[in-house]
């Protein structure tokens, strides 16, 4: 190599030979593909396991979970032969909250949404074509909802997914929603039609009910939060018993779409 001349390429290859695109597209994909497996399954996992479901080799994984870990995106945990996602991404995701004013706002409404009700309640985004618990604050019930910041659930399931899908067309809706995502957790499936109805449906009233599809001990509410006019951006929801009466549902209805209603751009 000459003077003025600079070395190009990655470790370990050759003086001026650059790393195709493809395979850095390649290699950026798989890394891509990891981190969503470790988030859907929300555990620290072992690297033959994490091959074998990204269906990657072994050699190719161990790599790039090494560099991973140096670079501190992804940490060992357990008995050094797992790995889960490191402190890094944490600092990136909390860097993330303070830079988005409506993820920062919806929190504190959240918060105090769940203190003035005493109920369960959530903000929900769409990532990933999944409906998606970014914050959650419990209620005070004796008996504790299930709800949990990061947990994704197909949309078919949730009253917000009816919602976050509002505006878009039945072809957009179809390539977001698998055969899978239709059946419910107990073995009842949800007909397409029903769930493209449900949508409309929700467009129109402005918020949405439903009861007994993740479980069979609660019931959902949701309002839409905009970012435009008539662009669902997230939803603020109540997760309640599933015998709460008619008359309490109405109140809770009122008052979590006032709050969706301050979140939202006018």
Known sequence: MQDGETQTGWPGEGAGEERPAGSREKGLNRVLNMLEFLHANQRAIGIGELAKGLNAPRSTTYTLVRELVEAGLLEMAGDGNRVYFGKKLYLYGMAYMRGNDLLRRGRQEVD????????????CMLQSGRYTIVHSSPGNRPFRISSATGLQIPLPWTASGRLLLAGLDRGRIEAMVTEDDLVLPDGRKIELDDFIDDIGKARVTGYCVTSGLVDAYTKCL??????APGKVEATMCLVVPIDTSEERTGELLTVLRERAALLSIS
């Open 222 to 227: 949701a309002a839409p939060v905009f970012s």
């Open 112 to 123: 105090t949404l769940s203190r003035e009700t005493g109920e369960t309640s959530e903000l």
